[in-house]
């Protein structure tokens, strides 16, 4: 790699000639390890024309430098740091400045401290990956997709990538979202019904901001969506937790009081429960009856391969109560954070309003690129094949389970991407997670999505998105020989 010219500044602090504090330059940025070995240094009559010094300056403090080993030169290739340059430290490296703030009194709020765990960036490299929500390379479909995007760059898309929406999105996303994706889910509306979100995670933080305050009383499933637990933080609501069954929230469980009701009626994150019909009504005239408003987390409605999905519970509502959040981020790619609010109009305007003073719009170019992939029928190709291949993983892991005589704590009425377990009594998850990654294995302990204390401590996520189905029977024997090794 060159190293730019522009990481080369002379300390105005430094004392000595011109030469001399050029050579400092570039032995600090060697000894500090900014500057690595077999980069190559500007050219001495670039850096001059940067530092404003004399060429022949630049050139005698260069020439110090290959004396004391510092660079090495190569013909006419120019300057570079020498395979014999002095090693930086074997710590971090020298550190700024400490600061001299009181941070504990110059925050006004704070953000740090949630629920949310973070999550492994070297999965890939467990043979035996089991998390949620990544995406397997081996079924995306990366032609179409770069395509797509090459067109999204065209001069005839120009336009789209390049224009301040400022609180309007791509109309070519939102009418796909109008005309194909909301009627799959039984679901009705018009543009300005309909805003686009960085994810559904995005989407939940503006309903929650433009929705509730101090004083307002949130309901939340319990377990649920860890993360939806920090953003309600945020709000400086009140947050009732609600345990679920298998069907999903109890209506009757509804606290008189609420005033939002968070919901995951397709798949409850985290069992992948599915809630009935009958519990759907239920549900709606419960809130008609408080006068309170239902959030509708759709996350996961597009991986329904074992049976057609439910209609959405925004299709039920014939009051505008619910407020539909919807994902593409979960179907395709989790860096893509493309999503979609649903609601009644002025709702939409007030979330449209907030995302523009934060945000203003997502970028117009993924809009575009994602715009082109679904019309273009590319997106309805992948979601079948990924069906196909869930539905293999699944009945390989179902199969790999029951014969090591694991239990199933969730059962999916539809499908997902993902088994949702309970470990015997007194197994600690959190330590059969530290456990089984020494043994190249990655799971998800169960006790973050629990908001009442105490957490159970037994039960743990398991997920088949992005693990080939013939290493599915090897992790799920280490697991249980960890669980059977620890009860």
Not at 25 to 33: C, D, E, N, R, Y
Not at 332 to 360: C, T
Not at 413 to 419: D, E, N, Q, V
Request: hydrophobic fraction near 40%; aromatic fraction near 8%; include cysteine.
């Amino acid at each position: 790699m060159a190293i730019p010219v522009d990481a080369l500044m002379l300390d105005p602090s430094a004392q000595g000639t011109l030469q001399s504090r050029i050579q400092q330059m570039v032995a600090q940025g060697i000894l500090s390890g900014r500057f690595r070995r077999g980069e190559k240094l500007p050219s001495s009559r670039k850096l001059a024309a940067h530092l404003g010094v004399s060429r022949i300056t630049v050139t005698l403090a260069y020439n110090e430098l290959l004396a004391n080993d510092y660079l090495t030169s190569r013909g006419r290739s120019g300057y570079f740091v020498s395979d014999n340059a002095p090693d930086p430290p074997a710590f971090d490296g020298v550190g700024p400045t400490p600061d001299k703030i009181d941070w504990a009194r110059a925050i006004g709020q704070r953000f740090t401290g949630g629920a949310t765990p973070s999550k492994p960036q070297d999965w890939q490299s467990y043979t035996y990956s089991f998390i949620y929500g990544q995406t397997d390379p081996s079924l995306f479909d990366h032609a179409n997709w770069r395509q797509c995007a090459m067109q999204a760059l065209g001069v005839r898309n120009f336009t789209a990538m390049t224009t301040d929406y400022y609180d309007q999105d791509d109309p070519e996303l939102i009418q796909f979202v109008l005309r194909h994706t909301l009627p799959r889910r039984g679901i009705t509306a018009t543009p300005s019904q309909v805003l686009i979100t960085l994810g559904a995670q995005n989407a939940l933080w503006l309903a929650a901001q433009v929705l509730l305050r101090p004083g307002k009383r949130a309901v939340i499933e319990d377990p649920s969506y860890f993360a939806l637990r920090d953003i309600l933080r945020q709000s400086h609501c009140e947050t009732v937790p609600v345990r679920v069954d298998e069907q999903g929230l109890r209506p009757e469980d509804v606290p008189d009081g609420s005033d939002v009701i968070f919901v995951t009626p397709s798949h409850h994150c985290p069992t992948s429960g599915t809630m009935p019909l009958k519990r759907r009504r239920a549900l709606l005239d419960r809130a008609r009856a408080l006068d309170a408003l239902v959030v509708e987390d759709d996350y996961e409605f597009e991986m329904a391969f074992l049976h057609p999905p439910s209609p959405a519970l925004k299709s039920l509502d014939d009051e505008g109560r619910v407020i539909h959040v919807g994902s593409f981020s979960k179907s395709l790619f989790p860096g893509l954070r493309l999503g979609y609010l649903v609601g009644s109009k002025p709702f939409i305007d007030e979330a449209r309003a907030l995302r523009a003073s934060v945000l203003r719009h997502p970028p117009g170019l993924i809009q575009r690129t994602a715009a082109q992939f679904l019309s273009l029928g590319h997106y309805d190709a992948l979601i079948r094949r990924m069906a196909r291949v869930y539905h293999e993983r699944r009945r390989v892991m179902e199969e790999a389970i029951d014969a090591h005589g694991l239990t199933i704590a969730g059962t999916a009425a539809h499908g997902g991407s993902s088994f949702w377990m309970r470990a015997p009594d007194g197994v600690d998850a959190e330590w059969l997670a530290r456990h089984l990654a020494k043994r190249d294995v990655l799971i998800e302990p169960g006790a973050p999505f629990f908001a009442s204390a105490p957490r159970p401590i037994e039960f743990y996520r398991i997920a088949y998105s992005s693990i080939p189905a013939e290493r599915i029977p090897e992790g799920i024997a280490r697991i249980a020989e960890a669980i059977g090794a620890r009860a």
